[in-house]
């Protein structure tokens, strides 16, 4: 019995279908999914073939199987993916520690999708994504303080602690959504905004594979083709849509087919520079007025749903393992750029610790900087308030006059 | 002598426009336009002014609008300024919120305010509270308009008065017009502004006229959000109300006054922000209350109004407890005398005058 026949044997019934669906769709045994990395001479670049990376619905070619970053892309798509992982693990932290309240969903696992579309944006394309959003909004511009004082409740959040967790923004940056689907229009509408004023920029739509059946999404593919709106509905499909997995909800798992008349391409979501060439084959394609383009992005979540879930009552420990260790997207980034010889583990150890104090200091002012005036409740309600607009309290003798 | 070229110049496209729409007869006397033609030129008029504005909705374009109320409107501006959609309410209104989170400022058209509940999740969650949860950020200047409440014979689905349902939420902006006046300025205001508006019609009274004034027709006339009109001055009773309720109102004052009962009626024309001030000072001079709205009674906008005339100083000032007319509390049938029996008519009015008036 080899390795890989013990690890699907010892898995509950849907993660080992779930690990042998991923596993034939890269057509390789775990954990090589990649072929040829080649030992680069120093300075260079770091190249290899992805003859797995991706599947095509209605499409004659697609992005580039072989992929390469140079040094300096390397290192920095390594540290972003790294900050986003361990701001999410304060998050993780704080929760448990009571300082964040409510809802709390963590990106950690689902790095490389966030990172790798962010390369291969233009700096005036839009983004919308669901409540999942904390790594998004620190790639859109949100400093890691922005997103975790946010998530504490405080003035220094990005929307000082109105938002909280799901209702995050940044210019261009859409949010941050708590209504599941209701983002998918929305993030249409971005892009018809781009089209209307002939800008060729694109509106990227992130939904879940739980978000994917919603009639929204649908109607929004439906509007998005008939007026060709450079929209690139992404779904993120990290195999379960809070504790049902994909094949329980989708009649049809295959996300990157579920419309008939929009061309797709299923991205193997844990290789970041897979993502991000993918990620310019569909924004060339939006931008030259072909209309929209659908993404899958087969990716995973390590935590639960939210920090209200486990995760372990719907598929177990061992699977989430598995990925870790095999397929996770900053230690196999990391393995590839020292096997190429591109930096070394001591490089990486120092960004680590760079990382390390960017939390930190975020952490510090999420835990001790102030919270709004609770006057401030009353304000932002109106952009254009009438003059004299009072509003109520909770109580008969309570209102407050605002002008803004 | 003034060439059409100079009257055209003065006038902007109006003059040319209202030939062109009206099929209705003019009073010599006094210019009158019907809320049909004061909804599309006002439509026409921010479309002209503003890159940004455009129309949407199903048949608004190649139509004209089911009920006509977009007529001529995509043959002077085009596809890209006036869109038709599929009937998808949740994703055409999806998609008009998000090109206004984006800059643009959407007219959302329901055929219905019947359809926006298929939609209704875009206008509060993703329009109304965008603001407030962006902390400023994030501006949604979106109007959602099209005709609210009932019309003749179209059953329950087809009648529901959305009024109470829109203006209890925060970050929202509801009209409710009456007259050509009102849906002129009011329209104007409402795309002119930078916040969401839901813009409440009334399809009964599209076909009816108005008179109107020359500074009701200019380019620029608005009107301002949240400010009642009184619509009929009167010192024994106020009568409080909004959209067609107002037609009821008046006639009733009209039959009133020949009991020597003297009506003061109140046209809200906005219903959140709404104008108290106008309601308690009249109130105050009157003593008497009555409100009078076409939805239903529960969580109606007259209790609203009751409630805050209660809680302020104007309550020092009746004579007798406030009382509402209102809708049957019933899903409407469709049968004549059944709707009609279902809806508020002119002897609702007079009774409830005459019993807050003791008479």
């Known amino acids: 019995m080899n390795i890989n026949t013990k690890i699907v044997l010892r898995l509950q019934p849907y993660g080992r279908h779930l690990l042998q669906k991923q596993l034939k769709q890269a057509n390789s045994p775990v954990p090589l999914l990649v072929t040829s990395i080649r030992e680069a001479s120093s300075g260079a670049a770091l190249e290899y073939d992805a003859p797995n990376a991706y599947k095509f619905h209605m499409l004659e070619k697609g992005p580039n199987t072989h992929v390469s970053c140079n040094r300096e892309e390397g290192l920095d798509y390594y540290k972003k993916m790294q900050i986003v992982r361990r701001m999410e693990a304060s998050a993780n932290n704080m929760y448990k520690s009571k300082l964040i309240r409510g809802f709390c969903h963590l990106y950690s696992g689902q790095e490389a999708v966030c990172v790798g579309m962010k390369a291969a944006m233009d700096k005036n394309d839009s983004l919308i994504t669901a409540y999942r959003a904390h790594g998004w909004t620190f790639m859109m511009g949100v400093p890691v303080t922005g997103v975790l004082a946010e998530l504490t409740g405080r003035k220094s959040g990005c929307a000082e602690g109105r938002g909280g967790s799901m209702h995050m923004y940044a210019p261009n940056f859409y949010g941050g959504n708590g209504i599941v689907g209701a983002q998918v229009p929305l993030g249409a509408g971005v892009a018809f905004a781009h089209k209307y004023r002939g800008e060729s920029n694109v509106c990227i739509a992130l939904y879940g594979d739980g978000a994917a059946n919603q009639g929204q999404v649908f109607e929004a593919y439906n509007m998005a083709k008939l007026w060709s709106l450079p929209c690139i509905f992404v779904c993120e499909n990290n195999g379960y849509g809070m504790g049902t997995s994909s094949a329980r909800a989708s009649a049809n798992p295959n996300f990157y087919k579920r419309c008939e008349y929009i061309p797709g391409i299923w991205v193997d979501g844990m290789d970041i520079l897979a993502v991000r060439e993918a990620t310019r084959f569909a924004r060339e394609w939006c931008t030259s007025g072909k209309g929209p383009m659908i993404m899958e992005m087969a990716t995973y979540r390590y935590f639960g749903h939210s920090m209200s879930d486990p995760g372990t009552s719907y598929r177990t420990r061992e699977e989430i393992q598995d990925v870790r260790k095999s397929r996770d997207p900053i230690t196999s980034f990391r393995e590839k750029l020292v096997q190429a010889k591109i930096a070394t583990e001591d490089e990486f150890k120092a960004i680590d610790n760079d990382v390390k104090k960017i939390i930190e200091d975020a952490e510090n002012h999420a835990q001790n900087d102030p919270e709004l005036h609770v006057d401030e409740l009353y304000s932002h309600v109106y952009s254009q308030p009438p003059p004299k607009f009072k509003i109520r309290g909770c109580d008969n003798f309570t209102f407050k006059e605002v002008s803004k | ?359």
């Open chain 2, 1 to 359: 002598m003034k060439s059409v070229k100079d009257l055209v110049k003065a006038h902007g496209s109006i003059i040319l426009l209202r030939r062109s729409l009206s099929l209705t007869p003019r009073a010599l006397a006094e210019k009158t336009i019907t809320i049909r033609e004061a909804i599309t030129q006002a439509m026409d008029e921010e479309i002209t002014r503003d890159d940004r504005v455009f129309l949407m909705g199903e048949e608004v374009a190649q139509y004209d609008g089911a009920y006509k109320m977009s007529k001529g409107l995509w043959k002077k501006h085009g596809d890209k300024r006036i869109v038709d959609t599929p009937i998808t309410e949740m994703g055409f209104a999806g998609i008009a919120t998000g090109a206004a989170m984006a800059g643009l400022r959407p007219i959302c058209e329901f055929m219905t305010f019947n359809f926006s509940m298929q939609a209704i999740d875009h206008v509060i969650n993703s329009a109304a509270k965008t603001y407030y949860m962006s902390s400023g950020k994030v501006k949604v200047p979106i109007v959602f308009r099209g005709p609210n409440g009932a019309a003749a014979g179209v059953a329950a689905q087809h009648s529901q008065d959305y009024s109470t349902w829109y203006s209890q939420c925060p970050g929202l902006k509801v009209i409710a017009p009456y007259s050509a006046e009102d849906c002129r300025g009011l329209l104007k205001a409402a795309v002119r502004d930078d916040d969401p508006v839901v813009f409440l019609e009334n399809e009964l009274i599209y076909g009816q006229q108005f008179p109107i004034s020359d500074e009701a027709l200019s380019a620029d006339f608005v009107l301002p959000i949240g400010k009642g009109k009184i619509e009929r001055e009167g010192k024994h009773v106020t009568l409080a109300s909004y959209s067609i309720g107002i037609k009821i109102c008046l006639e009733a004052a009209k039959e009133l006054e020949q009991n020597g009962i003297d009506c003061e009626v109140i046209n809200l024309r906005t219903l959140r922000p709404l104008d108290e001030d106008i309601i308690k000072t009249s109130v105050k001079k009157t003593h008497h209350l009555v409100t009078v709205e076409f939805g239903w009674p529960q969580c109606s906008i007259g209790a609203e109004i009751i409630a805050r005339i209660c809680e302020s100083d104007a309550f020092d000032y009746l004579d007798a407890p406030p009382i509402r007319v209102t809708g049957a509390d019933v899903p409407l049938a469709y049968a004549k005398t059944l709707e009609q029996n279902s809806m508020p008519q002119v002897p609702n009015v007079l009774k409830s005058v005459k019993k807050v008036l003791n008479k």
